[in-house]
């Protein structure tokens, strides 16, 4: 019977004394969508967001329901908890430490040589993270200097509380507490500090970031200038940025703006409107600060980015007001100096932001969620496509649910954490209604969209990158070739032509259900890709896997090697910009001490420390990782019993390692 159930069977070609089973297991996972899902059940359905708040505990804790027509989103694994006492709509809530419910077959299983992800993130949560809160105290809140924030690799920071035994195992760099008799918590050296402790304070390291960092996704060509905003003029103002071309004209080797969008030397990373409607609530919260932000560069002849204009602005007084803006162009002198590094990094507080909530958290996590559920609840563990898919949903729900309970809730890390704060959600879901497109979420597709590349057929994948010199593009369309090719040669061993595609029940109604239930706020869009040819569903396949490996993998691990030196990426900024006009005293301080000015104005040693503890934990690769094309381990059952699928397997390992040989080079 085992190996009869490796064999992937199509609907129609299931044996005879399989059908039944096939379908009353599909049956059961789906459920009938009522109960209180228990930690033992296997079942597979849909509800809104609306855990991440918690209103019995008070306003402060509450949030609004993500999904609906008013705040579209993706929806999640319905658990079927009660309401809240307080409000009917919102589900109660599962605080750590105990589990929230995920169906049993997508729960990390231990393993004898460590834990999982879910296990280290579970410690970090529930016995690190308190430990940092009580021992650092009111007075040692803000770092002194910058010896200060390098003494956390140096020496350590001291825990008062003492850590269970367990803590030890789950999170490597936490070891080194056990190793110390004196407590101490020592944080790994990020990269960014490795080679050139001051490489993070020059202007092209900035640039560089854009495209090789730790979110390389948002850089676009500018084709029009002034840069202009979509949100609506009589609330937010003339949509013309403040950036004009006597800012950046000297900058530009000779050409005028014109002649350089012309040869698409001009890029930007434009946050503004992401950031406007939200930032008079964002400023409301003590402690926290933030503009909206673009930044432009200018693409040199040696092939790199520097960055030429900054622009800083916040809402108007009035609805339909000019703009309070500011623009900051590389320094000349040391104050304005000073001054630069504070607009990088709003920019880069700005972009940490857009980077976790939307192009991290929502467009690799929360967007596959119903790709999941809908495979489980409508296509047997029989089905080519299921298998195929399989390895690229293993633990996802499990990381979702994760974070619903410790990440992305009401005053969780996320929120604590990051610039948005309480409307983090919110910010998720206007770029959910407003951007995103599952058609334009392959690589090649997302690098003609932002202007980064353009159509070419003589190149090798068919386009032609602006920026040439662009890690990411170049390294991904390497692996997108890959998985694209491997993913093709799989579906025509099922698929011979379009009718096997159309008539395949189980593969329409999981599409189908993935679009109108998983996706219901945006089931009427024009964008969805048909599924009625082999290319229709090998196209789709390949961008779902190519957002549950290689882009996630992009967006994910290189977060504390960049980001867990905060100078060079603070998630949150408490102060603006000092101005003589605003605040006479401020800007006093700030002239008498920049240095102080500046650390004051990132997060506080508290902030810093919790969001570090996070991000090197999410970006610790899990003892029994799979990589793509990776072989299975001697011994293993394989994961199909179809040998012309293992073949094609064995082509896309092949086709891994060659790229993999390239990137190296």
């Known amino acids: ?147 200060h924030v390098d003494n956390l690799y140096k020496e350590g920071l001291r825990l008062k509380l003492g850590l269970q035994e367990h803590l030890f195992q789950k999170i490597p760099f936490v070891q080194k507490i056990q190793e110390s008799s004196e407590g101490m918590l020592r944080y790994d050296t990020p990269s960014i500090l490795s080679k050139d402790k001051f490489a993070w304070l020059r202007d092209d390291e900035f640039a560089r970031q854009t495209i090789a960092g730790i979110n390389p996704v948002s850089i676009e060509r500018l084709k029009v200038f002034p840069p202009v905003s979509k949100l609506d003029p009589a609330m937010y103002g003339p949509p013309e940025s403040s950036i004009t071309e006597r800012h950046i004209s000297g900058q530009l080797n000779g050409l005028t703006v014109q002649e350089a ?159 948005p704060g309480p409307v983090s959600g919110e910010i998720s879901s206007a770029y959910y209604r407003n951007h995103w497109r599952f058609d334009l979420e392959g690589l090649p597709a997302d690098l003609l969209r932002r202007g980064v590349a353009v159509e070419d057929a003589t190149q090798p994948h068919g386009i032609r990158l602006l920026i040439e010199d662009y890690p990411y593009a170049n390294d991904g369309l390497l692996l997108w070739s890959a998985i694209g090719n491997w993913v093709e040669s799989y579906v025509q061993l099922y698929y011979p032509d ?77 102060r603006l910009l000092p101005d003589p006009e605003r605040d006479a005293a401020e800007y006093a301080m700030f002239l008498a001490d920049p240095h102080r000015f500046f650390l004051n104005a990132m997060p506080g040693v508290l902030e810093a420390t919790k969001f570090m503890a996070v991000v090197d934990t999410l970006s610790t690769h899990s003892p029994d990782e799979e990589y793509l094309g990776e072989s299975l381990d001697e011994g293993a059952a394989p994961w199909t019993g179809d040998e012309e699928a293992l073949a094609a397997h064995g082509m896309f390992a092949a086709d891994v390692r060659r790229a993999e040989e390239t990137i190296e080079r």
Request: glycine content about 6%; aromatic content about 8%.
């Open 1 to 147: 019977m085992d190996d009869l159930l490796m064999q992937p069977y199509l609907p129609s070609q299931t044996p005879p004394g399989l059908r039944e089973i096939r379908e009353k297991v599909l049956r059961d996972l789906r459920g009938d969508g009522t109960g209180v899902r228990k930690i033992s059940d296997q079942i597979y359905d849909y509800a809104m967001y609306n855990d991440l708040g918690n209103p019995d505990r008070g306003k402060e804790f509450i949030r609004p329901i993500l999904g609906g027509d008013k705040i579209p989103y993706p929806r999640r694994c319905r658990t079927g908890r009660p309401p809240t006492d307080t409000n009917m709509l919102s589900e109660s809530r599962v605080e750590k430490p105990h589990r929230i419910y995920v169906p049993r077959d997508e729960t990390f299983e231990e393993l004898k040589q460590g834990a999982f992800i879910s296990g280290r993130l579970r410690a970090v949560l529930h016995t690190l993270i308190p430990s940092l809160i009580a021992s650092i105290s009111a007075d040692t809140h803000n770092f002194q200097g910058f010896h």
């Open 261 to 419: 969008i012309d040869k698409e030397k001009l890029f930007i990373v434009d946050h503004h409107d992401v950031y406007m409607p939200f930032l008079d609530r964002i400023n409301a919260i003590e402690g926290r600060k933030a503009y909206a932000t673009r930044a432009i560069f200018f693409l040199t002849q040696g092939g790199t980015l520097k960055p030429i204009a900054i622009e800083l602005s916040l809402p108007p007084a009035q609805s339909g007001e000019p703009q309070p803006s500011k623009v900051l162009t590389p320094a000349c002198d040391a104050t304005s100096n000073w001054i630069w590094m504070l607009g990088k990094a709003h920019v880069s507080s700005n972009d940490a932001g857009v980077h976790q909530l939307v192009n991290h958290w929502l467009r690799t996590h929360a967007i596959m969620e119903p790709f999941i559920l809908a495979a489980h609840r409508r296509m047997s563990a029989m089905h080519p496509i299921f298998k195929l898919l399989h390895p690229h949903m293993r633990y996802t729900l499990e990381i979702n649910a994760l974070a619903r309970q410790s990440l992305i809730n009401a005053e969780g890390v996320i929120e604590s954490c990051f610039t």
């Open 498 to 574: 379009a009718g096997t595609v159309q008539s395949d029940d189980e593969l329409q109604e999981w599409y189908h259900e993935s679009i109108h239930v998983g996706h219901a706020d945006l089931r009427d869009a024009p964008w969805w890709p048909p599924l009625s040819t082999p290319r229709d569903l090998a196209n789709i396949l390949t961008t779902l896997v190519w957002l549950a490996s290689a882009q996630h993998a992009a967006l994910n691990f290189g977060q504390y090697p960049l980001g867990g030196y905060v100078p060079n990426r603070p998630p949150l900024m408490r």
